[in-house]
C-alpha cells in the first residue's frame, strides 16, 4: 500500500469503475486530505485539513458520491483529516472501550454471553475518523490461518459460543480465499452456528461482493449474517444496494449499524433519509451507536439527549422495524446499554 496513483484524477473518469476490481480500487485510494481536496474541487483553505498519524484513506468510488465543491459533504466529514483531531479533550482516550481487558486470545474479544468477535484483518476499505479502533494495537492482531490458529482454538474451547462475528479493521479487506478457509475452519466447530460479518466494505466498494464469495457464504453450514455499516443514505447508491441486494437474494440478512456523528446524520432528515433508503432495499437498521470518546473524535460529539430526541422524531414518520436501538458501549456491562 505505497503508491500514490494519480491523485488529481477527475472525478468523471470514475464512470468507469466497473472494470476495476476492489483490489485495483484499494490501490488507487485517496491518501491524503488535499487530494480529496483536489478530487472534489474544495479550496483547501475551506477545511482546516492536517494530517495525522491515521491516514487518510479513501476509494475513489466512495468519493464520488460526495458533492463536488461542498466543504459540508456528510460522506466527506466522516474521513478527511481535520486539524480539530489533535486537540487534547478531556474523557477522550486511546481505548475507550476497555477492549484491552476483553481478550480472550490474541485477537479475539469475548465481552458478551454466546459471542465472540474476532479481529481478522487490521485494515479497512476506508478510514473513519471517528473509529473507536483508531488508535488499535491491529499489528498484534492476527491475519492468516496460521496466526488464526489460537484464537481458533479459543473459540473451540468455549463452548458458551454460539455466534463469530467477524470484525476488525474489516473482515472483507481479507481475499476471497482467505475468507473460505476461515469460514471453513469455524465450521468445524461444532458449537458454533451463526457467523456475522461486521463490514463497512461494501458500502465503500459495491464490487467486493464477488461471485466467489457469494458461493463461499452460500455453501457453508453456518447461518450467515451480514451486519453493514452506513451512516447516510448518500453512502447508498444503485451500486451498492446491488451488491446488498446479492446477498440477500442467497438468504443472507442483511442491518446496518451505524454511528450518531454531528454535521453529518445528526438531524432528523438526514437519520430518516438514512433509515427510508435503508428499508426501502429490506435492510434492517440494526443499532445507531452514540459515539464512542476516543481521541481525535470529539467534533463528532452529539448529546444523548439530543440522539434521544431524534430517534423519538423519526419512530413518529417510520414503521418501528426501521428505527434503530439507540447504544452506548459502556466498559464492563454485558450488553450493549440502549439509549432509546
Ligand atoms: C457489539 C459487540 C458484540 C455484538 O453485540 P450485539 O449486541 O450482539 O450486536 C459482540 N462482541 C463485542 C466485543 C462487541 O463490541
Ligand atoms: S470501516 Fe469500521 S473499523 Fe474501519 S475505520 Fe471505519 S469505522 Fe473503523
Redesign the pocket.
Known sequence: MTSHLSQTKPAATVASREEISWQQEMKQAIRSSGGLCEFLKIPPAAIDVEENDFPVFVPRSFAARMNPGDPADPLLL?VIAQAQESLPIDGYEKDPNGEATAVLAAGVLRKYSSRALMITSG????????????HYPYSDSPSGLEQWRHSLEAIAQDTNIEEVIL????PLVMSDQSIGQLLSALADISHVKHVRF????PV?IASRITPTLLLYLKSTRLKVWFVI?SNHANELDGEVLTSLAKLQQIGIPVLNQA?LLRRVNDSEDALYGLCKRLIDAQITPYYLHQLDEVAGAAHFYVSPDRGRELIAAIRKRLPGYAVPRYVKEIAGEQSKTVLA
Open positions: 466522516q485494515a479497512c476499505a476506508v478510514h473513519c475518523r471517528y473509529c473507536f479502533r483508531r470484525s476488525g479493521g474489516d461486521h463490514t463497512r466494505t465503500i455499516h454511528v
